[in-house]
């Protein structure tokens, strides 16, 4: 089945939002075997909406549309999409009483005319209701096209998607398709593509590979389809298999697996350890990310954000003497950093960065750029420097990316 | 001028990465008054990439694209530029000498021939050279149209567009496009609505107004486009002027002036106060949000994120027997954090976050998505108490906005 995704919203082509829409509809396509042949972005603007959905059911059995199901004036896809397939609005009473039971007992605000005005829906789409709001999904069918109208809240988005879309099209989808994606770092894309140039000569028309460097890594992946899916991981996987040895310095794992940060923590609970981080130039951004995912607390204990050179002595109890000789920014710090915060935690791992991020030099002496990261336990500690460039959240994500690659790669 | 975003890249279409160059692109296009009527994400595919461009063509001045310019197989973009203009490659000798430059200062690798084959562009194309890596960026002209293809890693794409793209668009550029964007926090769209109902229809046809919620707070923008950039900017405020009385309750800022952790070091820098975090249930999302922003040394001093609550005691300094008396997820302990975050950093004002965002309930007794937030200072504590649903990341972001509205209103 070929699908396509029209995201509808003036906030989008200004630049405003972060079109996270596409790319949750894309993965969940891509999942169940739907091959995505486009997204397109356009205005919140009836004429547009119409032509953008008559050009992507020309090319494909399946159209997804998010956006523009509001309860205010600035919101036109039902409109447009009445226009499109001559239908009317109409009340949908399952609707309204859900409407009216979200005031109740959530919003707990009195209900007005514009929340009702949520349950006048297209008389010819069957109604998916949305249990996290009032905009509901809409599903069309014609000459054998499906065209589901969905609201452009992504969390609503995800709800009605994960729960009550694509169950259904899973059904009718036959096609599977299988993306490996292997994690790497230390090693840039051609260098990467020179090592292997025999081995990518070698795959079958029928395999996709390739390169996505960002921050410090590359991922290699490789992509095939068709009808069993059995076959097609054996397939990808006898490549993968000869693969592996030419890449074994730099490789640490799957992404489909898990995201890095899962890795991570299944590292930790394996081998039941904890951890501890100091961070200085990265913020707060380390333990954000590993907190992200469900089950953290298990193996993470804390972390301190040791932002203002006093901090680092106050509150992470770091020689002041240390930071006089050496500066706030050198290895003898980051050392002391990870030594205190694992003693304070009393966890096995202890974690510290320390940088100058910049656009000000701030306490340091090194240049914009340089960063130490410091990996510490009770009978090894590794310091290392590095240089990240000179753009500030470029040096604090390539410092995060670094602190992920070290903990994987000392604890595999 | 009329224009139109082509992003190249398989990654888009199976949903592996968020497309934040369509963000950035429309961004900047919006800025010098030219409007993106269309954002179309499509495969790393000749023909796809030809089809798109002669679509885009039609109906925009300008088609603006990016991706495809790695020095690997997978990428197809030049050849697709070389086929649709009838061009073919030749060695640009600056941009040769230029890839060689960054392998000896920079990458310090040796350089291979796939790096240099980067210097193979097409005839026909204005070369723009890229700072920042070896993917050039190239510009064609064609029937009085502008047709330019950019490099898609976001750092590379950025800094040609903002200093190689802009400034030679903008001379050409007769319309401006102002947005003006009003930050609300704690009150629903709807209801919004019907409050400033009157005032709505009263708005010109040339002024589009629209509502954009998310997590807790309503964004309200205003745009208008014309030749006098002062006379639009006149009529926009005519309107807010009129808007801001309505809305005072609810109103903290606009977001065209500062992203919301810029405006609040400026509030914290303006009064020369101080703040420290303690971090529960947030795990360092504040603390990181806070020290993207480059000057934030300047009065964040730092945080604990006290995740385990063994560290709320021995690091924050939480009395235990309020702990096992009030629970880990307790108005006493959130207030308890705060004064003890505020007095170990020695700030002005303390904040802490402490709550339950699932799936599992930790050590809390309080129910999922349950969570507490003080905000204190020497003279005064303020503790308010949330539900904010059930959805992991939306309870931390959820929780991370609301203290940022909480910080703004309180200082304001």
Not at 150 to 175: A, N, R, W
Not at 254 to 273: G, H, R, S, T, W
Not at 293 to 298: F, V
Request: hydrophobic share 35%; aromatic share 6%; proline share 3%.
């Amino acid at each position: 089945m070929l699908a396509e995704i029209i995201c509808i919203g003036d906030e989008i082509l200004i630049g405003q939002v972060i079109n996270t829409n596409a790319t949750l509809l894309s993965k969940e396509l891509s999942k169940i075997g739907i091959e995505v042949l486009q997204v397109t972005s356009i205005s919140d603007n009836i004429e547009k909406i119409k032509n953008s959905l008559k050009s992507a059911m020309e090319k494909s059995d399946l159209v997804v549309i998010t956006g523009g199901l509001g309860p205010t004036n600035d919101d036109k896809t039902k409109i447009a999409l009445c226009e499109f397939f001559n239908d009317k609005l109409i009340t949908n009473p399952d609707v309204l009483e859900h409407i009216i039971k979200i005031f109740k007992d959530y919003v707990k605000k009195p209900i007005n005319e514009l929340n009702k005005n949520q349950a006048l829906l297209p008389s010819k789409a069957k109604i998916l209701i949305n249990d996290y709001g009032t905009a509901s999904g809409m599903w069309f069918r014609k000459n054998k096209k499906n065209v589901i109208s969905l609201p452009g809240v992504p969390f609503e988005m995800k709800h009605l998607m994960e729960k009550k879309v694509i169950p259904k099209l899973k059904k009718h989808s036959k096609f599977h398709i299988v993306n490996k994606t292997l994690l790497t770092y230390g090693l840039g894309e051609s260098h990467i593509a020179k090592r292997i140039e025999s081995w990518e000569k070698e795959l079958p028309k029928n395999i996709n590979f390739a390169y996505l460097p960002n921050l410090g890594r590359v991922r290699l992946r490789l992509s095939s389809k068709g009808i069993n899916e059995k076959q097609i991981h054996a397939k990808i996987d006898k490549y993968i298999a000869k693969l592996l040895p030419l890449i074994k310095d730099i490789f640490v794992g799957y992404e489909e697996d898990a995201p890095v940060e899962k890795q991570i923590q299944n590292l930790f609970k394996k081998n039941n350890f904890t951890l501890a981080i100091a961070e200085s130039c990265t913020g707060g951004e380390i333990a954000s990310r590993l907190t992200k995912i469900p089950g953290s607390s298990d193996y993470f204990l804390g972390s301190i954000t040791a932002y203002n050179s006093s901090v680092k002595k106050e509150i992470l109890g770091v020689d002041e003497q240390l930071i006089k000789t050496h500066s706030v920014v050198s290895k003898e710090v980051s050392k002391e950093m990870a030594l205190k915060v694992r003693e304070k935690f009393s966890s096995t791992y202890g974690v510290s960065t320390t940088g100058t991020a910049g656009p000000s030099l701030g306490d340091s002496k090194e240049k914009i750029g340089t960063v130490y990261i410091t990996i510490s336990k009770e009978d090894k500690i590794i310091t290392e420097k590095f240089n990240f460039g000179n753009h500030r959240e470029r040096i604090i994500s390539k410092t995060v990316n670094k602190v992920f690659e070290m903990l994987i790669k000392i604890i595999h």
